[in-house]
């Protein structure tokens, strides 16, 4: 049996989305068979969403802050660089992995010079999502120096391949936890059929396009309903989404309804409106769930 490895997961947060599920399923997997794993956010505890499996060395850095002006950028992203190195040194890891293009510069930059092999993810379509052009400027220079780029389709790897070495490129679909691999053959108990969709209630999500879609065929599918799992990312934003999600036969149910087994096993269909997503979770999550 190969020896347990040191491995320390850096991400932004581990609120309610799509790649903190991912990443804490992976944490739960590797803690579960005896390895040690530091997961470190620049985020606070309180913002926590998934738990993690006990045994898993749990680093909240409280670095996460707007930033006014540019010098203040640079100071606030300088203090995460150093902080982050610190972590990871002390964590004394034998792997990095980290999640979200900004947090993979960070820590690429963080990680430099003490040996370690740092492992980085794109957890969106690269082709689509946009960053500031300092960070793209950063992530040119940083992601050469990488071990490994993993992406979640073919079509990520193309853009991963005009990144780094096409060697170091890897494509590794999203996991389904165990928990959710029991799903199988559950029933729920309401058998109205639903179109599912879950994510937070961002433009990124495309939400407000499937919402205009489905008001265009609701009327002559009166038994289908339109459930939103999710939560808007500002508060001035809620109001929007509640005058939008108030169409007749549209629900929009708050995170925490994300994380539930029922929510995911209902009849119906799950739709994934964005180009940007790498490869939709929630998606995943629902085949399984309802496969038989």
């Not at 793209?136 to 990520?156: F, H, I, K, M, W």
């Not at 007749?248 to 925490?256: C, D, L, Q, T």
């Not at 309804?257 to 940007?276: K, L, Y």
Request: aromatic share 8%.
């Amino acid at each position: 049996m190969p020896e347990p490895l040191r491995i320390c997961c850096v991400t932004a947060s581990l609120t309610a989305g799509g790649a903190q599920r991912v990443m804490a399923t992976m944490t739960d997997y590797w803690v579960a068979r005896d390895h040690d794993v530091t997961f470190v956010t620049l985020s606070d505890r309180e913002s926590d969403f998934f738990p993690l499996r006990p045994g898993t060395h749990r680093v909240a850095l409280e670095l996460l802050k707007d930033s006014r002006s540019l010098r203040q950028a640079v100071s606030h992203n300088w203090e995460r660089v150093r902080e982050l190195r610190e972590t990871i040194r002390q964590s004394r890891a034998d792997v990095v992995i980290s999640f979200l293009n900004t947090v993979n510069v960070l820590t690429i930059f963080a990680a430099r010079g003490l040996g370690i092999p740092v492992v980085v993810s794109e957890r969106n379509n690269p082709w689509q999502i946009t960053m500031g052009y300092p960070w793209r400027v950063l992530r040119r220079l940083s992601y050469p120096r990488a071990a490994a780029l993993v992406v979640q389709t073919e079509v990520g790897k193309e853009w991963a391949d005009r990144i780094t070495d096409p060697k170091k490129a890897v494509v590794i679909p999203n996991p389904i936890s165990e928990r959710f691999a029991r799903l199988r053959g559950h029933e729920h108990t309401s058998r109205r059929p639903v179109v599912l969709a879950m994510g937070k209630l961002h433009p990124q999500k495309g939400f407000d396009v499937l919402i205009d879609a489905f008001a265009q065929v609701a009327a002559r599918h009166l038994s289908w309903t339109l459930v939103i799992a999710g939560k808007a990312m500002k508060k001035r934003s809620s109001r929007t989404w509640q005058l939008r999600c108030c169409r007749p036969a549209v629900w929009n149910f708050p995170a925490s309804s994300m994380n539930r087994n029922d929510t995911c096993s209902r009849p119906g269909s799950s739709c994934c409106p964005p180009a940007t997503r790498g490869s939709p979770t929630s998606c995943w999550r629902r085949w399984r769930a309802s496969a038989r």
